[in-house]
């Protein structure tokens, strides 16, 4: 009987460490699983920081107004190209009235 | 055969009772082991579980530095210096002759030199290299090549801001600018540094101070843009420039180190009569319609003070400041006396380095002894050296009512703004009405701006000799405005240093400065949100009040 015991409490101590040691081998892999993750996190995060120093260079603006100028014809507006909402409908009436005067001379 | 182990035998039921004691014994010792072997492997903490987070340097990487609207000034990056080993190159010219393709700015045959040097196992070829840039070369396949990874700070802007961003050494510690005032600060990490900068503000200041040096020949310039109310420095500018990815790169005595905006003073000349006519008008000793006789010779204990453009008679206290007359500036400020002008010049800021957060601030340089003369000098802005951030800082606050403004670099909008009280609001008011005719009728016609109803008032300073006395041919030219008059928002400074233009347009601030200040506002201002404003336009045969209603119903 006690022989039986034994071996029955051999059996469940062994199953038991053996438990621990299956628990412990699937934390640790978990654990590197979880590093690696955190690694390619952080060289993302890397690149990210790089792209947005690039998107920076890249969108400066002496580059785009190099493109507007040269590119889009664009320049500057001028202050009289500016129209107030309260101002729009006097400016297009006298817009219509120059281009009339221009049209009929 | 047999072998017999007395403690083992189960025979008599003495010895039976001993051995299965002595089994229970081992076996208990055995599981004990087992399970304290289990237990310390259950417990003991795994070396897979540390963050790789930190060893990448991201967690801890320096702040990065912002603008206002959150565009990126100043950033941490990985970058790789890249070495060679020339015993481990079968031929160094091939080696250098690839490498020369991706970076022509190596000195090809040097590198030959270096790479053929069996001697040696470790050679530095070029620090600073990009991921990209290492991709290419790690591309080329090339043999006895290593890279290093580094700290690198990069300024994607290249020039622009340079002189307030300063720079950062092998280190990783600021060493000028604002990387060396905030270094505490950016060296913590977390939140970028937010400045009070506009890049696209910035960006204008800075081609158009180019633009301008370039067409007027000048030595060198200085401009500045604030917000009135707060004190924000929305740009600063310093020709020559200087890029901060190459700053350690420069010589320390090299012009375009110097940030002439703080650390250069100079004789501002002419832009200093509103301060004195507002000391004047606030102690009560002029009023704005009184008149004085100007038309010299004047002079004040026997030296001749005079006036570019000799007037014929007497004029009043605005005409002396939009027409721009030395002989009435003095005249007002040998009543107002010295003591009191000392004492509003020391009210308004100009008499200590601007408190802007960029160190080194030059501290101004005042007249030795309290004299006659020099107290007639300094009402027009000769024989006093400021730095141009101290004398915006003093003249911006004609456009706070009369409040002191603390120029500040940082943008931080729950911070409580509210100067000293160093004018009346009046006085500012009148000043301020004179400074808008100095560019209506006055010096700086060239400054209206239509729509933005500019104010300001020009300096045309002779340019102080090493050797003593002032020069002939060179001066300091400057403009100092504020936009838009009736709801001051905005000061500019504009300061060339020795403009030497064609002779049909003149060297003086009139044909330098100012229309380079204009053309300035005239950008700047649709991106600063300022809306301009125009009187309606008077059509032949319509009458005005016709225009007036029609207004009234939009």
């Given amino acids: 009987m006690s022989r039986v ?23 640790r892999e978990t654990a590197e699983a979880f590093a690696s993750i955190e690694a390619d996190i952080a060289r993302e995060e890397r690149r990210h920081l790089e792209l947005l120093a690039e998107f920076s260079h890249l969108s400066r603006q002496e580059k785009i107004e190099e493109y507007a100028r040269a590119e889009l014809g664009m320049v500057p507006a001028r202050p009289d190209q500016f129209v107030r909402l309260d101002q729009f409908q006097s400016a297009v009436t006298r817009l219509a009235m120059d281009r009339g005067v221009e049209d009929g001379g | 055969m047999a072998v017999e182990i007395p403690w083992l035998s189960v025979d008599g039921a003495e010895d039976g009772s001993m051995n299965t004691r002595l089994v229970s014994m081992g076996l208990l010792l055995v599981f004990s082991v087992l399970a304290i072997c289990g237990g310390r492997l259950a417990l003991e903490p795994s070396s897979a579980s540390v963050s790789v987070r930190s060893e990448t340097g991201i967690v801890n990487r320096r702040a990065d530095i912002v603008d206002r609207n959150g565009r990126l000034l100043a950033t941490s990056v990985t970058l790789y210096s890249l070495r060679g080993n020339p015993q481990d190159m079968m031929n160094g010219a091939l080696v250098a002759d690839e490498l020369v393709t991706i970076f022509p700015e190596l000195d090809r045959d040097a590198l030959v030199r270096r790479l053929s040097d069996k001697s040696k196992r470790d ?12 991709q290419q070369v790690f591309e080329l396949g090339l043999e006895g090549i290593m890279f290093e990874e580094e700290f690198g700070r990069a300024y994607p802007n290249k020039e622009l801001a340079g002189h307030v961003l300063g720079f950062v050494g092998n280190e990783g510690n600021g060493l000028d600018g604002v990387e060396y005032k905030f270094n505490d600060r950016l060296l913590a990490g977390g939140a970028p540094l937010v400045l009070s900068l506009d890049a696209n503000v910035q960006y204008v200041l800075e081609t158009d101070l180019a633009a301008a040096v370039g067409d007027y020949n000048a030595q060198a310039g200085a401009g500045v843009v604030m917000a009135t109310d707060t004190g924000e420095v929305l740009a600063m500018a310093s020709w020559p420039p200087i890029d901060p990815n190459q700053y350690s790169d420069i010589a320390a005595a090299d012009p375009r180190k110097l940030n002439r905006v703080v650390r250069a003073v100079y004789e501002l000349g002419s832009v200093f009569k509103p301060l004195t006519i507002a000391a004047a008008l606030d102690a009560s000793i002029i009023r704005p319609d009184d008149v004085f006789d100007v038309s010299g010779p004047y002079r004040v204990n026997g030296t001749l003070i005079s006036d570019t453009h000799a007037f014929s008679g007497a004029i009043t206290v605005s005409e002396i400041v939009s027409a721009s007359s030395n002989i009435g500036t003095a005249k007002i400020a040998s009543q107002l006396g010295r003591a009191a002008l000392d004492q509003s010049f020391s009210a308004y800021g100009l008499f200590s380095p601007s408190a802007i957060e960029l160190g080194g601030s030059e501290a101004p340089v005042l007249p030795k002894t309290p004299s006659q003369i020099s107290t007639a000098t300094m009402s027009y802005g000769h024989g006093i050296s400021v730095t141009p951030m101290a004398f915006l800082g003093a003249y911006a606050a004609l456009a706070n009512a009369g409040e002191s403004v603390t120029p500040t670099l940082l943008h931080e909008p729950e911070r409580e703004v509210g100067g000293d ?8 008011e009148l000043v301020m009405s004179m400074l808008r005719k ?6 700086a016609t060239l400054a209206d701006v239509p729509g933005y109803l500019v104010a300001g008032k020009t300096g045309t300073a002779e340019k102080p000799l090493p050797t003593g ?10 403009f100092a405005a504020i936009f838009p008059s009736d709801r001051p928002q905005y000061a500019v400074l504009i300061l060339l240093d020795s403009p030497n233009a064609h002779l049909e347009t003149g060297r003086s601030a009139a044909a330098t400065a100012v229309p380079t200040t204009a053309k300035i506002i005239s950008r700047i201002a649709p991106m600063l949100g300022v ?4 009187e309606p336009r008077l059509q032949a045969g319509v009458p005005a009040s016709v225009i007036s209603s029609e207004r009234s119903e939009l």
């Fill in chain 1, 5 to 27: 015991s034994f071996i029955f409490a051999f059996t469940v101590v062994a199953l038991l460490i053996f438990s621990l040691y299956r628990a412990k081998y699937n934390a």
């Fill in chain 2, 123 to 134: 050679v530095s070829i070029k620090a600073g290299l990009t991921p990209r840039q290492r």
């Fill in chain 2, 421 to 428: 009280r160093v004018m009346s609001s009046r006085t500012a």
């Fill in chain 2, 438 to 443: 100095t560019v209506t009728n006055g010096t």
């Fill in chain 2, 469 to 478: 006395g002032y020069s002939e041919t060179e001066n300091i030219s400057s």
């Fill in chain 2, 531 to 534: 809306q301009p404003r125009f």
